[in-house]
């Protein structure tokens, strides 16, 4: 069983849609939770970036973190064609110090399509 | 420009031939990575470096060497190439062990065959 499990879709939806992604994962150490986008024959570029569990919002997304359940979600509102594009959940545990050596592990990513 | 590089972009090799795919940062960040991306398994860590001189493995090490002489580069070195190492391979970097943000390069498409 992977420590991280992501559906990979492929999940299309129209314009203006709320979009739900989400991760579950096993390893309890992790502390730091984070959602990358990756556009086609691009790197991934970070999106949003959570500490421990709990809501954050930027825009038009919000990342939800409820590590009682081990369980993270993407939702992204009012959703738009440039929003296309594959989404990575990861995460990483924090050391004694409170700080991680950043060895990312990933889901497996979803690929989202929004069309006009 | 300033950033992460990657070279070359696209490579096509044979099997059992070296092959070295060039990282280069300009933020002088402290660490540096690999990835390999494969579909079904998402991005794999093969190693990191915390520094200068310093490398650990990830994931995913075997059959691949790195080194790190200097802060801004990170060479990825695939000794006698396999066709299970055809891949997407990205190289990240970040600032510090207090930074959790990985900045990604664009990618380098290795084809063994």
């Known amino acids: 069983q992977k420590e991280v499990e992501q559906d990979p879709g492929p999940l299309s939806v129209p314009e203006g849609a709320i979009v739900s992604l989400n991760c579950t994962y096993s390893?309890?150490?992790?502390?730091?939770f984070m959602w990358y986008r990756q556009y086609s024959r691009k790197g991934p570029e970070l999106l949003m970036y959570?500490?421990?569990?709990g809501n954050k919002e930027d825009g038009r997304f919000t990342a939800q973190v409820d590590k009682s359940s081990k369980y993270i979600s993407l939702f992204i509102r009012d959703s738009q064609p440039s929003d296309s594009a594959t989404y990575l959940c990861a995460m990483v545990p924090s050391n004694a110090g409170g700080t991680s050596y950043g060895k990312l592990t990933f889901g497996q990513g979803t690929i989202l399509t929004v069309h006009p | 420009d300033a950033g992460i590089t990657q070279s070359p972009r696209y490579k096509i090799t044979e099997t059992g031939r070296q092959v070295t795919l060039m990282c280069h940062q300009t933020w002088s960040h402290s660490y540096m990575f690999w990835y390999r991306q494969d579909l079904g398994h998402g991005l794999r860590l093969i190693y990191y470096s915390a520094a200068a001189d310093i490398t650990d493995k990830g994931e995913v090490p075997d059959g691949y060497v790195v080194s790190r002489s200097k802060t801004e580069n990170f060479p990825l070195t695939l000794e006698s190439a396999t066709r299970s190492q055809t891949s997407v391979y990205f190289c990240a970097s970040k600032e510090s062990s207090l930074q959790e943000t990985q900045y990604f390069g664009p990618g380098t498409r290795l084809l063994v065959l």
């Open positions: 959570t500490y421990s569990s």
């Open positions: 390893n309890s150490a992790f502390q730091y």
